[in-house]
């Protein structure tokens, strides 16, 4: 408790909270502002359509704050010479990798709590009244999926920051994962998907392939879940033609958090400082 | 001064311990004994070893071969994580984070190592930095962050000290300072192993050295016996009238070569042996002589000529 406190009041003081709200904000306040002209034809509620921007853009910016988040989080303190300090304190290693995410994920959730969140009271408030909160559930998975999947980069940039011995090698590698997962990995699928004119890989192996990927996951997480969603996003019908198991998606974020935690308290059980 | 966390301390016995990062052997098989209540100095130079004994003693880094014990006063082996919860470490070159405050910083250290935050208070006003202590660590001097690091280690008055290259950095005054924490940590029945290569200061508050050289003890022992075991000798100068000084000479005979360093002033150099002889023979001058300044070799010199010598094996 100690380390995520610590954590989060770095947090705040470094402004990276601040940082991260604003960006957030005037994410969402400028799509909001501009998102209602593509839905003119389309009969959809406001939360709707900024749920299908947000998580357009936010699966971008997310994963680049989860990783931007994560990557100094031993390395950094390996070079300042407090990870030794850490290490020698009695406190298990474990629980520091869990003090460490615990505290990330309340910077990550305020800054995604205060800036969505922000834009969700602008939007409810600016609307034309009546049905303004309708598709709030919807703008609520979105912001709870997007807490999510930064979680997901902030646990990879943990392996990275474990893995590497200099603070600029953990950013670049930071940086070349992110590249990896949310750019490079649906544009090869696609590549792979139309070179083989859908004969090299059959649609149950292509929908896995998608979904496995965390951004992905993410992306059927907030904007096929929800029927109306989907349908301003032109998503209607992706999830039945994947013919994914029900919360396939939820469970892909999960591993993805999960299983880059696990490697990094097995390997900070090894660390040597 | 808080009394110290006594059931913590143990005797720290490192057999034949190797360490060896893929090729590169940077311990081949050490033999040491942190005893408790010994403020016992690691020297050596960069790279010598000094501080993979520590992080092996502290558990940070796992050792290639050999074992490390831990032993009770009873001499009964105990845990090596049951004796860290009584150390107090200052690691070598360490920075805080300079966005929180000196008192948010101890604070943090205080609640890891299960202390009470007004433990942590009561060591910044002590250390003198109370002052200073809701200002962010960014705007600190190098020595305060230094005296940080010290509060860090002294909270829960831990049995064992291990300070890693703890002047670095500090000018004289705050050397004077930590020393003095030393002597009291001592007095107050602490262990203390600290590292340096700052030897000619460590030399008055230890009560033991230990030369490391490519990871290997090259000597052992008091900061005298290691002046013995190097053989230096000793430098004597004399204040006295000129004829004085040559009758002097004169009946020491030519065993003893004279520098004349002003008008009145003569300089020699002698071993340990031949000290009695030489002081006799300056008593016999009677009042003529004014002034007599015997200095011991330096400890690094000693340092100097026991690396030549090990080197030259």
């Not at chain 2, 893929?22 to 050596?44: C, F, K, M, N, S």
């Not at chain 2, 070598?92 to 405050?101: D, H, I, K, V």
């Not at chain 2, 071993?271 to 002034?291: E, F, K, S, Y």
Request: hydrophobic share 50%; with cysteine.
């Amino acid at each position: 408790m100690a380390i995520a406190g610590r954590e989060l009041r770095l947090g705040l003081r470094n402004r990276w909270v601040l940082a991260a709200v604003g960006l957030l904000l005037v994410l969402a306040l400028a799509l909001h502002a501009l998102g209602t002209l593509p839905a003119g034809a389309v009969e959809a509620t406001a939360f709707r359509v900024a749920v299908v921007s947000l998580a357009s853009l936010g699966v971008y910016l997310l994963p680049l704050l989860g990783v931007m988040l994560g990557h100094d989080a031993f390395v950094g303190e390996r070079e300042r010479g407090t990870l030794a300090l850490l290490l020698a304190a009695p406190v298990g290693r474990a629980a520091l990798v869990a003090g460490k995410l615990l505290g990330h994920a309340a910077v990550l959730g305020l800054a995604i709590a205060l800036g969505f969140g922000g834009a969700a009271l602008v939007i409810a408030f600016g609307g034309d009244g009546g049905a303004a909160w309708a598709g709030g559930a919807a703008y609520l998975r979105m912001m709870l999926g997007s807490w999510l999947l930064g979680l997901v980069f902030v646990a990879l940039g943990y392996l990275v920051s474990i893995g590497t011995r200099e603070r600029t090698t953990a950013g670049a590698i930071a940086i070349g994962v992110w590249l990896l997962l949310v750019v490079i990995y649906d544009l090869a699928l696609i590549g792979v998907a139309l070179a083989g004119g859908g004969e090299w890989l059959d649609a149950s192996l292509f929908a896995w392939l998608v979904a496995l990927n965390p951004t992905d996951a993410y992306r059927l997480l907030t904007l096929a879940g929800d029927a109306e969603v989907a349908r301003v996003a032109g998503l209607l019908g992706v999830t039945s033609d994947l013919a994914l198991p029900q919360g396939a998606e939820l469970g892909v974020l999960f591993a993805w958090l999960l299983a880059p935690l696990a490697l990094v308290a097995i390997l900070l059980g090894r660390y040597e400082p | 001064m808080m009394p110290l966390a006594e059931e913590h301390a143990a005797e720290v016995i490192l057999r034949g311990v190797r360490k060896a990062y893929r090729r590169t052997v940077i311990l081949p098989g050490l033999d040491l004994t942190l005893p408790r209540g010994e403020t016992l100095a690691l020297l050596g130079h960069n790279g010598a070893g000094k501080s993979t004994v520590i992080k092996l003693m502290l558990g940070l880094v796992r050792p290639s071969g050999g074992a490390i014990d831990y032993r009770d006063a009873e001499g009964r082996a105990v845990d090596g994580a049951y004796w860290r919860r009584g150390v107090g470490f200052l690691p070598e070159s360490l920075a805080f984070p300079g966005n929180l405050s000196g008192r948010e910083t101890l604070r943090f250290h205080a609640r890891l190592k299960g202390c009470p935050p007004q433990e942590a208070d009561a060591l910044l006003e002590d250390l003198e930095l109370g002052d200073a202590a809701d200002a962010r660590v960014r705007t600190w001097s190098k020595g305060m962050r230094q005296r940080l690091g010290l509060a860090q280690a002294l909270l829960g008055s831990p049995a064992t000290l291990i300070l890693d290259e703890p002047t670095s950095g500090l000018d004289p005054a705050l050397r004077r300072a930590l020393y003095a924490r030393i002597e009291a940590h001592r007095a107050a029945g602490g262990t203390v192993l600290l590292s340096s290569h700052a030897l000619n200061e460590v030399e008055h508050v230890v009560t033991r050295c230990v030369l490391l050289h490519r990871g290997t003890v090259c000597a052992a022992g008091t900061p005298a016996t290691l002046r013995e075991q190097a053989a230096l000798p000793i430098r004597v100068r004399v204040t006295a009238p000129a004829s004085v000084l040559a009758a002097l000479a004169a009946r020491l005979g030519s065993a003893l070569h004279w520098r004349t360093l002003g008008e009145d002033v003569a300089e020699t150099a002698c071993m340990q042996h031949r000290l009695p002889g030489l002081v006799q023979a300056i008593a016999a001058c009677g009042d003529a002589v004014r002034d007599v300044e015997i200095t011991p070799a330096r400890l690094d010199a000693v340092y100097a000529e026991l690396g030549r010598q090990d080197a030259a094996q």
